[in-house]
């Protein structure tokens, strides 16, 4: 059964890329987007640009504070700031393109992390603490919204039941969401029973730990829809509240389908809420929150895994140099001496 589900979700997730760009194409079928789109771009203040940069920033820091707040969870301490940081952002950004985060950022968390000390049971915590915590940080931004501006849910009239996108329901959405986090911090501070999900034991962190989560993930989702906000231009832009509710409605609609990156689905409901902007505009912001938030951290992660294998090649070669048997020639022509201290070290 679970190989079978190694395959079903991926299809899903191509499933749902395949009918989303189907639809954005009859969206935009008949218009012509590519030249609109590029004086768009060239239409967005620099500093504009810098300050969505700036958001990208602010999001990629917030979820490295993720990985460190669950390695205080862990009561682990040696790991430094810059490791966790460069760990982190490329675990994000992979996760992001391919899709599937649970699995491709746990695969390069424990690839990392395993070099640290770390074991396969303290990745896995690890990862279930960083996804709670984007959970937390959804769940709460998500039930504030739909308390104080309920009309919102709005937008998505046609793409969601219309009780969901009844104001009346919308808060009563809202105020189950808050209850379920002032329930998580109630057992945090009370220290009740640990969560138990098919065998797998989840305890409730310290406090010092929950505040941490509630801080850190709503920064993440604030400078993420930061990068749209500042990217859509002044007349018909919305306002940042509207594209922080939108935002966080498509993005989860967007990880819950399992498409690679969001292809698609992220696209056509963002733009799909927004009727009253041009569609053009909006899809202008969402690229550059694409390049922003997406390709250019796939592009600078990759980097980094590249890197990280070779030096860990090296510390493998050079390892294994320095403990040859005495009087057996190195293989790689390093010199005696050198050879001579690495085999110290061996014994």
């Known amino acids: 059964m679970k190989r079978i589900l190694d395959f079903v979700w991926p299809a899903i997730g191509l499933v749902a890329v395949g009918i989303s760009l189907w639809l954005l194409y009859r969206e935009f079928r008949g218009e012509s987007v590519g030249p609109e789109v590029w004086v768009q771009l060239r239409a967005i203040p620099l500093s504009h640009y810098l300050l969505a940069i700036l958001s990208t920033l602010v999001a990629y820091a917030a979820l490295a504070w993720y990985d460190r707040i669950a390695l205080l969870h862990l009561g682990v301490t040696h790991i430094s700031w810059v490791f966790v940081s460069l760990c982190s952002f490329t675990t994000y950004a992979l996760a992001h393109n391919i899709g599937a985060t649970v699995v491709s950022g746990g695969m390069v968390r424990y690839r990392a992390y395993s070099t640290k000390g770390l074991t396969a049971a303290q990745v896995a915590v690890l990862i279930a603490l ?34 969901f996108t009844n104001p009346t329901t919308a808060r009563i959405i809202g105020v189950i969401f808050l209850a379920l986090i002032a329930v998580y911090v109630i057992g945090s501070v009370l220290r009740l029973k640990p969560l138990i999900i098919r065998g797998f034991r989840l305890e409730y962190p310290r406090p010092a730990v ?99 294998e070779r030096n860990k090649l090296e510390e493998v070669l050079h390892h294994d140099d320095g403990c040859l048997a005495p009087g057996v020639a190195p293989s790689l022509g390093m010199k005696k001496k050198k050879d001579d201290q690495k085999r110290v070290g061996c014994l």
């Open 130 to 163: 960083c996804s709670l915590t984007f959970v937390l940080g959804t769940v709460l931004l998500g039930g504030l919204i739909s308390i104080f501006e309920p009309e919102q849910l709005q937008r998505f009239g046609g793409l969601l039941p219309s009780y």
């Open 210 to 308: 929950t505040v941490r989560q509630l801080l850190a993930a709503p920064l993440e989702l604030l400078g993420a829809a930061g990068i749209i906000y500042f990217a859509l231009p002044d007349v018909g832009n919305p306002g940042y509240f509207v594209v922080l509710a939108v935002f966080i409605a498509s993005f989860s609609a967007a990880l819950a389908s399992n498409a690679p990156g969001g292809l698609g689905v992220f696209e056509l409901l963002f733009i799909k809420a927004m009727p009253a902007t041009p569609q053009v505009q909006v899809l202008t912001a969402l690229l550059v929150f694409r390049l922003f938030y997406l390709i250019i951290p796939l592009i600078f992660s990759i980097v980094i895994v590249i890197l990280f």
